[in-house]
């Protein structure tokens, strides 16, 4: 039964570009009725194409455009060379959501900011650095903070994050998990990536690279900071360094909120 168990959280092979659909539920009191319901759709460390190819990209694209969620989040790290940035973006900038799609910037992006935040720019795609975003419904708020470098600033939270109501629903996106840790967010929903999940994993057991000073605390999945906000670290589309995955699938992460009953 182990045998069986170990072999099928090692597959990766799916129609949908990428290995598996994370799908989470989020439940919370902060969160307005209005907002019942509401569908974040969230990707992160794409490396195109690495092992992420052109057919994969195609094949996630159609799979965002079915969900028809409501925001599309982007966690950082994009291309592998520069000549892929405007071939992604005008990829990514077909799925069309209801409230658009907003992004940060990952570590690799450090020598290509100002082309990434450009064609991003041209393309629809909103760049937050260090900003705050309302989503609105009626009369209600909830709030996305955007980490522009959730490495230089990690022993923070960012000051325009200050002006977000302390009983509002906010949600932060930084690249590296480790930045909600010790920032102390008080964000109710934190989505990241960096890890890779650790790419390569013994079975699901042991990763040996792990790209967080956490160790497996926030490696990947659902989780919880020293101040009670809840984490999501994706184990990301693409791959770095090495273009393998074993026992840790690429994924495309889909979140559901819904008021605390």
């Not at 990536?193 to 956490?214: D, E, R, W």
């Amino acid at each position: 039964m182990f045998a069986l168990v170990a072999f099928s959280s090692c597959a990766s092979l799916s129609p949908n570009g990428v290995g598996r659909l994370k799908h989470y539920e989020i439940c919370s009191e902060q969160l307005p009725e209005s907002f019942e319901g509401y569908s974040i759709a969230f990707m992160s460390d794409i490396h195109y194409p690495s092992k992420f190819t052109r057919k994969n990209l195609a094949r996630i694209v159609r799979r965002l455009r079915s969900e028809s969620p409501d925001v599309l989040l982007l966690g950082g790290d994009y291309v592998t060379s520069d000549s892929y940035i405007s071939e992604l973006f005008d990829s990514i900038s077909s799925v069309k959501t209801g409230d658009g799609i907003y992004a940060v910037l990952g570590n690799h992006e450090r020598r290509n900011k100002d082309l990434i935040a450009q064609t991003m720019q041209s393309h629809g795609v909103t760049l937050l650095k260090d900003q705050v975003v309302e989503i609105t419904r009626g009369i209600d708020t909830v709030y996305i903070v955007g980490i522009y470098d959730s490495f230089k600033y990690d022993s923070l939270m960012v000051q325009p994050a200050e002006s977000v109501p302390d009983s509002a629903f906010t949600i932060l996106l930084c690249h590296t998990p480790d930045y909600a840790e010790r920032s102390n967010t008080t964000a109710d929903l934190t989505l990241s990536g960096h890890t890779h999940g650790g790419q390569v994993s013994l079975f699901g057991l042991y990763a040996p690279v792990k790209n967080t000073i956490y160790g497996n605390r926030f490696l990947k999945g659902l989780n919880e900071t020293s101040s009670g906000s809840m984490i999501i670290t994706t184990t990301g589309v693409g791959t770095s360094r090495r273009k393998v995955r074993f026992c840790v699938p690429s994924e495309l992460v889909f979140v559901t909120l819904c008021r605390a009953k």
